[in-house]
């Protein structure tokens, strides 16, 4: 697929076909080429995404805090995987990337991820039982606090796994981890985090 839309690429703009010039990797062609596809794929999970939180319309309708962590939740562990991906990816530049345990660097991204998840997840908690409570919403404190930490957490769990792998696959792949890493990884969480969030809402409702 990428051929065809490198091929309708130099048909609208003219140039020539890709060198082997390291510097190629920055040019319009080459970003337009490697990211269009992947753009095209996460519209569509995007999509998927709307259609399962649809299915939960009537549980977030009797929950008004629920219906204010969904949006908070998805976008902080959007953000944490921005932050994770892109210091990873400046790592794998400078030659310091090395997918182990024993690498101080990944073990110091990990645990900040995890001490800002925790803080942040523990504050919305409370503010979304707060906001809940004066729009009539029943949950208690306790349940509203429980659900924000568990499926946050939870959350970055997963952004810590997938940062890590695709910053991996897409280095091996020949792909700009600075290009690929984050919408696959942010888009992967907006599905997922729907799923995670209204699982451990079952649980402890």
Same mark, same amino acid.
């Given at each position: 697929?990428?051929?065809?839309?490198?091929?309708?690429?130099?048909?609208?703009?003219?140039?020539?076909?890709?060198?082997?010039?390291?510097?190629?990797?920055?040019?319009?062609?080459?970003?337009?080429?490697?990211?269009?596809?992947?753009?095209?794929?996460?519209?569509?999970?995007?999509?998927?995404?709307?259609?399962?939180?649809? %299915?939960?319309?009537?549980?977030?309708?009797?929950?008004?805090?629920?219906?204010?962590?969904?949006?908070?939740?998805?976008?902080? %562990?959007?953000?944490?995987?921005?932050?994770?991906? %892109?210091?990873?990816?400046?790592?794998?530049?400078?030659?310091?990337?090395?997918?182990?345990?024993?690498?101080?660097?990944?073990?110091?991204?990990?645990?900040?991820?995890?001490?800002?998840?925790?803080?942040?997840?523990?504050?919305?908690?409370?503010?979304a039982w707060a906001i809940?409570?004066?729009?009539?919403?029943?949950?208690?404190?306790?349940?509203?606090?429980?659900?924000?930490?568990?499926?946050?957490?939870?959350?970055?769990?997963?952004?810590?796994?997938?940062?890590?792998?695709?910053?991996?696959?897409?280095?091996?792949?020949?792909?700009?981890?600075?290009?690929?890493?984050?919408?696959?990884?942010?888009?992967?969480?907006?599905?997922?985090?729907?799923?995670?969030?209204?699982?451990? %809402?079952?649980?402890?409702?």
């Amino acid at each position: 697929m990428s051929e065809r839309i490198d091929d309708l690429f130099e048909s609208l703009f003219g140039g020539e076909a890709a060198s082997d010039d390291p510097l190629d990797d920055w040019s319009t062609r080459s970003i337009v080429t490697t990211m269009l596809p992947l753009l095209m794929v996460l519209s569509v999970l995007q999509m998927v995404s709307g259609s399962v939180l649809e %299915a939960f319309e009537e549980t977030l309708l009797a929950y008004p805090s629920l219906l204010i962590l969904v949006p908070v939740q998805i976008g902080t %562990a959007g953000n944490l995987a921005s932050i994770m991906c %892109a210091r990873l990816s400046t790592q794998l530049h400078l030659g310091t990337f090395e997918l182990h345990p024993s690498n101080p660097d990944v073990r110091a991204n990990v645990g900040a991820i995890l001490a800002l998840a925790l803080t942040v997840f523990s504050l919305v908690g409370v503010a979304a039982w707060a906001i809940g409570r004066t729009l009539g919403g029943t949950l208690s404190l306790a349940q509203v606090f429980t659900i924000s930490m568990l499926s946050g957490m939870a959350l970055a769990l997963l952004v810590i796994s997938l940062s890590l792998l695709s910053v991996t696959l897409s280095f091996r792949l020949g792909y700009d981890p600075d290009d690929t890493t984050i919408p696959v990884v942010t888009n992967v969480c907006d599905i997922v985090g729907v799923l995670i969030l209204f699982g451990v %809402a079952t649980i402890v409702l």
